[in-house]
């Protein structure tokens, strides 16, 4: 199964937002349990003036 998550929006301790954008393989085994999974994540500074209310 192939999943990309929607973005998620964090700060750093500094006070900085960032969005993370990630993309997911996973594989599952014969009796239903994850055997693996890989994980891409990018990780966007947000400047304050593109900051949006969701």
């Known amino acids: ?3 990309t998550g929607s ?3 964090w700060h750093g301790a500094a006070g900085q937002w960032y969005c993370s954008y990630e993309n997911e393989l996973w594989e599952f085994a014969e009796n239903g349990l994850m ?6 994540v990018n ?5 304050e ?3 949006k209310l969701l």
Do not use: C, H, V, W
């Open 7 to 9: 973005p998620g929006r």
């Open 49 to 51: 003036s593109d900051q």
């Open 35 to 40: 055997r693996k999974r890989f994980a891409s």
């Open 1 to 3: 199964m192939n999943t």
């Open 43 to 47: 990780d966007l500074e947000i400047s």
